[in-house]
């Protein structure tokens, strides 16, 4: 037996039996882990305004024999609480938490990954627009798990031309001769290439970037084909 002690970023809870509840936190230092906050949903809990989805948290963790962890103490750590004040922002925070907990793995430690989400979620109480946040974040996890799509050059024949499509099959953006799956403007092309090959910040800045509504569509449906499911909360993104 033994404790660990970490930061971490609760990606969602559920509830066991009456009064307790499993949280699923991506943790710096040790990866995915899934711990029971006992007596949380008591109103006496000192434990349950700090335990909710999105909470940003230092935590004294139990490990016993069970595959649950016990969750000892929790300390607030800047906490992104503004986010759940306004329902855009927070269905984006919500794709993203999604998204972390089905590309990450138990006791697989990736802090790289755990400060990736923790910026985009510091950067969605600033963003202009909150959906480009979140559409940001699926592309870079993308690349994170080797997946990133080919925007330099067409995916198929390697040239450097004009692209005018996007293919899932291919695994990017396709040239004028090559074309076939989802048809792309310019604007996407660009916009595409400016949050995976520079210049993310300024995208960040704008109030709705041109293009944002073709890059979340591929973006998404890059994602889910990745992951091989449908990400339930998408409908954030309002691209479907």
């Not at 559920?14 to 006992?38: F, N, P, Q």
């Amino acid at each position: 037996m033994s404790e660990i002690r970490d930061e971490a970023i609760v990606l969602r809870t559920y509830k066991l039996g009456e009064a307790d509840r499993i949280c699923v936190l991506l943790t710096r230092s040790h990866g995915k882990v899934r711990a029971v906050a006992k007596g949380v949903r008591k109103t006496s809990s000192r434990l349950g305004a700090r335990m909710e989805a999105l909470d940003h948290v230092d935590v004294l963790l139990h490990q016993g024999r069970s595959e649950l962890l016990a969750v000892r103490q929790v300390e607030p750590r800047g906490t992104v609480r503004t986010v759940r004040d306004d329902y855009e922002r927070l269905s984006s925070a919500m794709v993203m938490v999604e998204t972390a907990d089905l590309v990450t793995e138990e006791f697989h430690a990736d802090p790289g990954y755990f400060e990736m989400l923790l910026r985009a979620l510091v950067a969605l109480e600033g963003a202009a627009d909150p959906r480009t946040v979140a559409t940001a974040y699926l592309l870079k996890t993308l690349a994170h798990d080797g997946a990133a799509p080919i925007l330099d050059r067409c995916a198929s024949c390697g040239e450097d031309t004009e692209l005018v499509a996007f293919d899932l099959v291919e695994g990017g953006l396709l040239c004028r001769d090559c074309r076939r799956g989802r048809p792309v403007s310019q604007a996407a092309v660009s916009l595409l290439r400016r949050i995976m090959l520079g210049g993310l910040s300024g995208v960040l800045a704008e109030e709705h970037p041109e293009g944002a509504d073709e890059v979340s569509a591929i973006t998404l449906e890059a994602m889910e084909a990745h992951l091989g499911r449908r990400l339930k909360t998408a409908r954030a993104l309002d691209v479907r």
